[in-house]
Nanobody, 120 residues
């Protein structure tokens, strides 16, 4: 099976910075699109950013100019650099990916989530 493991969640003050990592492991032939979603208490899960295999990045309007997604294909890992953090960024952040393997074909996978809390 494929596993996605997030790391980097923490408590940070407004205006601070944080970097999240998500590493994929297991039966991987090719990783297609990979990205981050978040879910705040009482709200629906929303897309934050995603990046294609070729490195094309897309962002939610609420994080444009503050967050940067990147990808290291050799390590099967993506990162989310989060700058100028605001209290409204507080949420559980989830990594997700579409991954092809010869055993199971193309499937969508989700990580367990990591908590980001932005508070003074």
């Amino acid at each position: 099976q494929v596993q996605l493991v997030e790391s980097g969640g923490d408590l940070v003050q407004p205006g601070g910075s944080l970097r999240l990592s998500c590493a994929a492991s297991g039966s991987i032939f090719r990783i297609n699109a990979m990205g981050w979603h978040r879910q705040a208490p009482g709200k629906q899960r929303e897309l934050v950013a995603f990046i294609t295999e070729g490195g094309s990045a897309n962002y939610a309007d609420s994080v444009k100019g503050r967050f940067t997604i990147s990808r290291d294909n050799a390590k099967n890992t993506i990162y989310l650099q989060m700058n100028s953090l605001k209290p409204e960024d507080t949420a559980v952040y989830y990594c997700n990916a579409y991954i092809f393997s010869t055993r199971w074909g193309t499937r969508e996978y989700w990580g367990q989530g990591t908590q980001i809390t932005v508070s003074a």
